[in-house]
């Protein structure tokens, strides 16, 4: 079965403090790996898709990171509008329509 | 550009009462349509996926069901709700590279 396991749970950070946060997935083949951030009360908003180990993409303060068991989620000199929920996702070879989500990674900056 | 809209935002419904989720995409054709359900503590939870009009694959035996009359319209229902029901529901439209788009999600309270 399809796994998608995130750490940590949840993540204090002083502002400017650089972290990263873990996604590890278990899978019969990737074919995509994505992240998303969601807001309190909203929908997931997209943020990244990685297809093969060694891929990374950045946007702002984040970069994400892919290898063949897991992918992660730099943040650098996070700022408190960093503060969110990070979720995984997978899809899977096979030609699969569904995306296996992790229970997310709940990150606070403090100022 | 695509937008996709869910209604009502929140709604609180007695248990027994029958339900109905509506969610529409705009700015593309034929898309894969998704229902997610997220329940606190819990990752996103696959409910419904449809490819096509008509065309509905469940992934959860559960009291829900799904139906697409029309294009880019997907109607999450349900004839009597559950306590197990409450949760936050969100809709989701596939674009070309795998990733999903998410509506801002309906907040469904059964009491």
């Known amino acids: 079965e399809d796994q998608v396991t995130q750490s940590p749970e949840a993540l204090r950070l002083q502002e400017g403090e650089s972290s990263s946060l873990n996604c590890s997935y278990t899978?019969?083949?990737?074919?995509?790996l994505f992240w998303y951030r969601q807001d309190p009360g909203k929908g997931p908003e997209f943020l990244f898709t990685?297809?093969?180990a060694g891929e990374e993409k950045e946007k702002e303060r984040l970069k994400a990171t892919l290898t063949k068991k897991e992918s992660f989620l730099h943040i650098t000199a996070p700022k408190p509008e960093d503060s969110a929920t990070y979720l995984c996702?997978?899809?899977?070879?096979?030609?699969?329509?569904?995306?296996?989500f992790g229970k997310g990674t709940k990150l606070t900056v403090n100022p | 550009s695509q937008t996709i809209h869910q209604w009502p935002a929140t709604l609180v419904q007695p248990v027994g009462s029958p339900l109905s989720l509506e969610c529409t995409v705009e700015?593309?054709?034929?898309?894969?349509l998704y229902w997610y359900r997220q329940a606190a503590g819990r990752g996103l939870q696959l409910l419904f996926y449809?490819?096509?009009?008509?065309?509905i694959s469940s992934e959860v035996p559960q009291n829900l069901s799904a139906s697409r009359p029309q294009d880019r319209q997907f109607i999450l229902s349900s004839k009597k709700l559950l306590l197990s029901d409450s949760g936050f529901y969100l809709c989701?439209?596939?674009?070309?590279?795998?990733?999903?788009?998410f509506g801002e999600g309906s907040r469904l309270t059964v009491l």
């Open positions: 989701a439209w596939r674009g070309g590279t795998g990733e999903l788009f």
């Open positions: 899978v019969s083949g990737l074919r995509g």
């Open positions: 990685l297809y093969s």
């Open positions: 996702a997978v899809e899977t070879q096979g030609g699969s329509e569904k995306l296996v």
């Open positions: 700015g593309t054709s034929n898309p894969n």
């Open positions: 449809s490819v096509g009009i008509g065309q």
